[in-house]
Antibody, heavy 121, light 107 residues
Framework: EVHLVESGGGLVQPGGSLRLSCTAS????????MDWVRQAPGKGLEWVGR??????????EYAASVKGRFIVSRDDSKSSFYLDMSSLKVDDTAVYYC????????????WGQGTLVTVSS | DIQMTQSPSTLSASVGDRVTITCRAS??????LAWYQQKPGEAPKLLIN???SLETGVPSRFSGTESGTEFTLTISRLQPDDFATYYC?????????FGGGTKVEIK
């Protein structure tokens, strides 16, 4: 069964850093594109960033709101996908979801349960 | 960025009703549109990809259509399990963008 589990969320001060992890099971991570999507409390969904699969050179894409502050990466040997967040702002407060995105199809055929990041002093 | 305008933002309906949600893209996205369902406290679930292709296991009462830059999600006969918030998303061009969501409430 395909499964994604996020971890690493918590309370961080403005300007701080945090690393989110997503552990994948039930599929081969290197074959899949992976995305991060976030949802601020009571708000809609916002796409954050992407790591393409091995076949596409692990290249990345970012939303303008996080570019230069967030980095997506992965360790296929550990079946893990990461989001390194720095220079965090209050507006980054959200539940962060990692999602699997099969090549050539819509993003998000599988979602993790999400991890809450709260940026507050 | 491509803007996705979703309407209505809230919809009140009864079990058995036919429900239609619309999403309009600010420019051509071909058929690169997905629909998601989200229930309170849960992660979103992919219902439809490529504008009209139903995901495995999604009931056939859900359907998606496209006409140019206008996309529609229809629930033919609303069931109690369908009361949720629905989002569209374009995945034609980065950054991928979502509609603002439609909350389907019990009338």
């Amino acid at each position: 069964e395909v499964h994604l589990v996020e971890s690493g969320g918590g309370l961080v001060q403005p300007g701080g850093s945090l690393r989110l992890s997503c552990t994948a099971s039930g599929f081969t991570l290197s074959e899949h594109i992976m995305d991060w999507v976030r949802q601020a409390p009571g708000k809609g969904l916002e796409w954050v960033g992407r790591s393409r699969n091995k076949a596409n050179g692990y290249t990345t894409e970012y939303a303008a709101s996080v570019k230069g502050r967030f980095i997506v990466s992965r360790d296929d040997s550990k079946s893990s996908f990461y989001l390194d967040m720095s220079s965090l702002k209050v507006d980054d407060t959200a539940v962060y979801y990692c999602i699997r995105s099969p090549p050539g199809k819509a993003p998000g055929d599988c979602w993790g349960q999400g991890t809450l990041v709260t940026v507050s002093s | 960025d491509i803007q996705m305008t979703q309407s209505p933002s809230t919809l009140s309906a009864s079990v058995g009703d036919r429900v239609t949600i619309t999403c309009r893209a600010s420019q051509s996205i071909s058929s690169n549109l997905a629909w998601y369902q989200q229930k309170p406290g849960e992660a979103p679930k992919l219902l439809i990809n490529k504008a009209s292709s139903l995901e495995t296991g999604v009931p056939s009462r859900f359907s998606g259509t496209e006409s140019g830059t206008e996309f529609t999600l229809t629930i033919s006969r609303l069931q109690p399990d369908d009361f949720a918030t629905y989002y569209c998303q374009q995945y034609k061009t980065y950054p991928f963008t979502f509609g603002g969501g439609t909350k389907v409430e019990i009338k």
